[in-house]
Structures are given as structure tokens and as C-alpha cells.
Nanobody, 124 residues
């Protein structure tokens, strides 16, 4: 069982930066691809970013367009999403996710474990 706890959400102005993080319990963190999804009010959950178990590869949603980076620290069992040049349309609950395959997570939306989410609000 993997438990994921997000932190770092909050209010930011358009154009600003925000970093959210996810801490994982358990000894198998380094075996999982990690990622982020988001869900805006009234919209479906969408893929944001994923990083492979070793951190060697990453995928991003098309809307990211170079604004976000994802990183992980396997020694600390954490994954982070650095969000730059935030836009009001980035307002959403951001969910941390873990799965056995980076590609499956990024391309098929498959997730084995979910966090409870952290709210990011971007004001114009």
C-alpha cells in the first residue's frame, strides 16, 4: 500500500510560480512512476506530468508548454511539481499519483494510487 500526501497548494497571482510536493509512505517509492493530475471545477481530471521511477524521463500534458517541471527525490520519497508562469486556468485541485508505468500514466491515465489533492488557485 502506498499513501500519498500533497502539500504546497495555495493562492498565487497570474504569472507567479508555485511549487507543490507529494510525500509517499512505504519502502517502494523508488519502484513507482510518479505523477500529477488536476481537476478544475466542472471539468474532468486531466494529466499534468509524470516522471519515471529513476527520474530519467518525464511526460507533460500538452497545456504545460514548458511552464512546469517535475522532479523526485527517491531518498526522501518525494515528488514535486514546479509551476511557473501560472495562469488562472491552472486553478484546480492537483492530485499526486503513483503507478507502475510512466507511459501508462501519461498516455492512458492509469493510476494505482492517488493522493487526496491540494488546491491551487490562480488569480488574475
Amino acid at each position: 500500500q502506498v499513501q500519498l500526501v500533497e502539500s504546497g497548494g495555495g493562492l498565487a497571482q497570474a504569472g507567479a510560480s508555485l511549487r507543490i510536493s507529494c510525500a509517499s509512505s512505504g519502502r517502494t517509492f523508488s519502484a513507482y512512476a510518479m505523477g500529477w493530475f488536476r481537476q478544475a471545477p466542472g471539468k474532468e481530471r486531466e494529466f499534468v506530468a509524470a516522471i519515471s521511477s529513476t527520474g530519467a524521463s518525464a511526460y507533460f500534458g500538452d497545456f504545460v508548454k514548458g511552464r512546469f517541471t517535475i522532479s523526485r527525490d527517491n531518498g526522501k520519497n518525494t515528488v514535486s511539481l514546479q509551476m511557473n508562469i501560472l495562469r488562472p486556468e491552472d486553478t484546480a485541485v492537483y492530485y499526486c499519483a503513483a503507478h507502475t508505468s510512466t507511459w501508462d500514466m501519461a498516455k492512458l491515465g492509469r493510476v494505482s494510487y492517488w493522493g487526496k489533492g491540494t488546491l491551487v488557485t490562480v488569480s488574475s
